[in-house]
């Protein structure tokens, strides 16, 4: 396998490893490379994402490699995340949200046991926009944090209370979770309210 293929898939593999990011021996064992081989790679494509004034870069944190965005464009996050329009509920955040609204309080591990798939942007985007929060520590090994619903879920989505939210008809997990999504959404759909109206 070329180089320009191997750099190509440690990309993908730090942009689905998100926050946690890999040491080069998980990048090693996953690539079957040897350790100092991976870290050149990676090091390779740090280079490359700078030369070409890409809007990611790859920084080592706690001997982890992390796809990460550059601080001087926090502005610009800054202004995405605080305007939040009900069309930058991502079908992932809406999948998250209703995972939290029917089943809190949750964990974020149990959130990805649900999805089948990592969490931690979708519920970073959800906290930011102020749709879940913290609420509490569950009484497991990490004291693992607990999130449910907001007072702003409730008039984002003209609820009175979490008990007005509509009944799934299936039992099934992942029928149930289908169902709540296209619930939440359909809901979602008919306000006619955004967050940024709320706030005012």
Known sequence: MDFQKLKSIIEGLLFMAGDEGLTKRQLSDILELDTDFASELVYDLQRDLEREGRGVQITEVASAYRMTTHPEHAPYFERMAYSPTRAQLSQAALETLSIVAYRQ????????????????????????????????????????????????????????????????????????????????????????????????
């Open 105 to 200: 309080p949750i964990t974020r591990i149990d959130i990805e046991e649900i999805r089948g798939v990592k969490s931690d942007r979708a519920i970073q985007s959800l906290v930011s926009k102020d749709l879940i929060e913290e609420v509490g520590r569950a009484e497991a090994i990490g004291r693992p944090i607990l999130y449910g619903t907001t007072k702003s879920f409730l008039d984002y989505f003209g609820l009175a209370s979490i008990k007005g939210l509509p009944e799934p008809k299936h039992v099934d997990v992942e029928d149930a979770l289908d169902e709540q999504t296209q619930m939440l959404f359909e809901r979602l759909d008919g306000r006619q309210m955004t967050i940024d109206e709320m706030k005012e």
